[in-house]
C-alpha cells in the first residue's frame, strides 16, 4: 500500500530566504511524485512531478525536488522565498501501474511567508 | 493545455434541495475523473472515481445515493449532491486523468463551494 507524510503542518519563513517542506513516501513499486499548491479557496497547481526520469526535478516558480529512494523523500525547495509562495503544499503519490488511477494526498504543509 | 473547468464556482441553497456541479476537461479527452471533497484546513479527501461510460467507484464510507455522479461524455463529469444537508456544505473539487497517459497525473479544476443552509 502507498502512503505519503509531510512532516511539518505548518512551516513559517522570511521573505528571501530558503523554504524546504518535507514529504517522505511509502510505496511498493516505483512510484510517481508530485507536488501540488493550493492558494485559498483555489484549485490544486502542478508544481512538479517526478516519473522515474531525473531524480532532481525542477519546476514552476522556482521549485524544486529531489527524489531520494534511499530515504524515500521528496522534500521539495526554493532557494528564495516570496510573498506570493504563501499557500497549502500538498505531496501526491501514485503508483503508476495501478489500474485505479488514484493518488494519495498529504495531509499538505501551509507555508507562511513572514516580510 | 489540460485546463479543466468547474461550474459553478460556489452555490448556496437550502437543506433539502438537490445541487449539481459540473466539470469538464476544456481541451483533452479524460476518459477517468475524480470527485474530491476538502473541509477546511484539510487536505482532500477522495468522493468516487469516474468513468466514462460506465458506473463511478465510491470510497468506502460515501454514499452513493447522495453523492450521484455521472460521466456521460469524454469530457464532463457531473456531481448531484441530493437533498443535501448542512454537514454537505464543503469545497468540492473535480480532477481529470489525460486519456492514454501513463504517470497518473491529475488535473484539477478550481473547485465548487457548496453552502447549505
Request: hydrophobic share 35%; with cysteine; aromatic share 12%.
Amino acid at each position: 500500500a502507498q502512503s505519503v507524510t509531510q512532516l511539518d503542518s505548518h512551516v513559517s519563513v522570511s521573505e528571501g530566504t530558503p523554504v524546504l517542506l518535507r514529504c517522505n513516501y511509502s510505496s511498493s513499486y516505483s512510484p510517481s511524485l508530485f507536488w501540488y499548491v493550493q492558494h485559498p479557496n483555489k484549485g490544486l497547481q502542478l508544481l512538479l512531478k517526478y516519473t522515474s526520469a531525473a531524480t532532481l526535478v525542477k519546476g514552476i516558480n522556482g521549485f524544486e525536488a529531489e527524489f531520494k529512494k534511499s530515504e524515500t523523500s521528496f522534500h521539495l525547495t526554493k532557494p528564495s522565498a516570496h510573498m506570493s509562495d504563501a499557500a497549502e503544499y500538498f505531496c501526491v503519490v501514485s503508483d503508476p501501474y495501478s489500474s485505479a488511477s488514484k493518488i494519495i494526498f498529504g495531509s499538505g504543509t501551509r507555508l507562511s511567508i513572514r516580510p | 493545455g489540460a485546463v479543466v473547468s468547474q461550474h459553478p464556482s460556489w452555490v448556496i441553497c437550502k437543506s433539502g434541495t438537490s445541487v449539481k456541479i459540473e466539470c469538464r476537461s476544456l481541451d483533452f479527452q479524460a476518459t477517468t475523473m475524480f470527485w474530491y471533497r476538502q473541509f477546511p484546513k484539510q487536505s482532500l479527501m477522495l468522493m468516487a472515481t469516474s468513468n466514462e461510460g460506465s458506473k463511478a467507484t465510491y470510497e468506502q464510507g460515501v454514499e452513493k445515493d447522495k453523492f450521484l455522479i455521472n460521466h456521460a461524455s469524454l469530457t464532463l463529469s457531473t456531481l448531484t449532491v441530493t437533498s443535501a444537508h448542512p454537514e454537505d456544505s464543503s469545497f468540492y473539487i473535480c480532477s481529470a486523468k489525460l486519456a492514454g497517459s501513463s504517470y497518473n497525473e491529475q488535473f484539477f479544476g478550481p473547485g465548487t463551494r457548496l453552502t447549505v443552509l
